[in-house]
């Protein structure tokens, strides 16, 4: 998702990368990753979440077990105990492993690959404050930025979603499983959308995290027509405003290639890289 070249120079962030990547890891691991999770497993020092649809999700802070720092053997290890776990429950059929670019995990894409886990694509992790995001964007005529909530909306919204991203029929229906389960018996997820004419061009979640000073920004998808017109800058606005609303002082992202740079345009920092690596139940 580019944006307008004329976008003015990043403002200054008064916190340094080091920092945000301190209070990321302090405040956004584990727990707090899978709040729509209907349940959770400790394994050492890995978060093994299940969630509607068979889908498994594993996470921790760091790969250390019982105060010794982490080696080849004991990561590969935990690697198979976890797929263990899943493998014992017939509902789980695919399994994400979340690694991150700054862990100390020797050996983890080894074991993960030889225990039949499959890299995606890196995404980058981009962290500021909210008040960076939060400013005014005109909008191209007839354009509406929005919060939706009733459950037909929710599904067109995430019907584009999946066709910008590719995603096939099954994860669509997962995907849109999860969400509406989430927003059924939590109230901590909204979802935004961006409107052209009655139609729905772009979209995001704003997640705000419980007992943090966080807030993520997910899902964030513009169609490919309609991206370089500031569309994207919008919806991020709005929910960022929504943040500064919900408490929040900082913001984040999983980014990709498209929405990093805007981001990085607004004063964010890089902060590390994420890769989930992905096991499918034969």
Same mark, same amino acid.
Do not use: C
């Given at each position: 998702?580019t944006?307008t070249?004329?976008t =003015?120079?990043?403002?200054?962030?008064?916190?340094d990368?080091?920092?945000? $990547?301190? *209070?990321y +890891?302090?405040? %956004?691991?584990?727990?707090?990753e899978?709040?729509?999770?209907?349940?959770?497993?400790?394994?050492?020092p890995l978060v093994?979440?299940?969630?509607v649809?068979?889908?498994?999700?594993?996470?921790?802070?760091?790969?250390?077990?019982?105060?010794?720092?982490?080696?080849?053997?004991s990561?590969?290890q935990l690697?198979?105990?976890?797929?263990?776990?899943?493998?014992?429950?017939?509902e789980?059929?695919?399994?994400?492993?979340k690694s991150?670019?700054?862990?100390?995990a020797p050996?983890?894409?080894?074991?993960?690959?030889t225990?039949?886990?499959? =890299?995606?694509?890196?995404?980058s992790?981009m962290?500021?404050?909210?008040? $960076?995001? *939060?400013? +005014?964007?005109? %909008?191209?005529?007839?354009?509406?930025?929005?919060?939706?909530?009733?459950?037909?909306?929710?599904?067109?919204?995430?019907?584009m979603?999946?066709?910008?991203f590719g995603?096939s029929?099954?994860?669509e229906?997962?995907?849109?499983?999860q969400i509406?389960h989430r927003?059924r018996?939590?109230d901590?997820m909204?979802?935004w959308v961006?409107?052209?004419?009655?139609?729905?061009v772009?979209a995001?979640?704003?997640?705000?995290?419980?007992g943090?000073?966080?807030?993520g920004?997910?899902g964030?998808a513009t169609?490919?027509?309609y991206?370089?017109?500031g569309?994207y800058r919008?919806?991020?606005?709005a929910?960022a405003?929504?943040?500064? *609303?919900?408490g929040?002082?900082y913001?984040?992202?999983?980014s990709t290639e498209?929405s990093?740079p805007i981001?990085?345009r607004s004063?964010?920092?890089?902060?590390?890289?994420?890769?989930?690596?992905?096991?499918?139940?034969p």
């Amino acid at each position: 998702m580019t944006d307008t070249p004329e976008t =003015p120079a990043a403002p200054t962030p008064t916190a340094d990368a080091a920092t945000l $990547l301190r *209070a990321y +890891d302090e405040q %956004l691991r584990e727990e707090a990753e899978v709040p729509s999770a209907v349940r959770t497993d400790r394994l050492g020092p890995l978060v093994l979440a299940t969630f509607v649809g068979g889908r498994g999700f594993i996470t921790y802070r760091n790969l250390d077990s019982a105060g010794a720092p982490a080696t080849e053997d004991s990561v590969a290890q935990l690697v198979e105990e976890a797929l263990a776990h899943y493998q014992s429950m017939p509902e789980i059929t695919r399994v994400e492993w979340k690694s991150r670019g700054h862990d100390h995990a020797p050996g983890l894409h080894e074991a993960l690959v030889t225990h039949g886990f499959t =890299p995606d694509e890196s995404e980058s992790v981009m962290i500021g404050e909210a008040h $960076l995001l *939060a400013v +005014d964007v005109e %909008l191209p005529d007839a354009m509406v930025v929005r919060q939706v909530t009733e459950e037909a909306e929710v599904r067109r919204m995430m019907a584009m979603q999946a066709e910008v991203f590719g995603d096939s029929a099954e994860e669509e229906a997962e995907m849109v499983e999860q969400i509406l389960h989430r927003l059924r018996t939590r109230d901590d997820m909204e979802m935004w959308v961006a409107e052209h004419d009655g139609e729905i061009v772009s979209a995001g979640r704003l997640e705000p995290v419980a007992g943090t000073e966080f807030a993520g920004i997910w899902g964030g998808a513009t169609r490919p027509e309609y991206r370089g017109r500031g569309i994207y800058r919008a919806l991020t606005s709005a929910r960022a405003r929504s943040a500064i *609303a919900h408490g929040k002082r900082y913001i984040n992202s999983d980014s990709t290639e498209f929405s990093r740079p805007i981001l990085e345009r607004s004063g964010f920092l890089k902060v590390s890289t994420t890769t989930p690596y992905e096991w499918r139940r034969p």
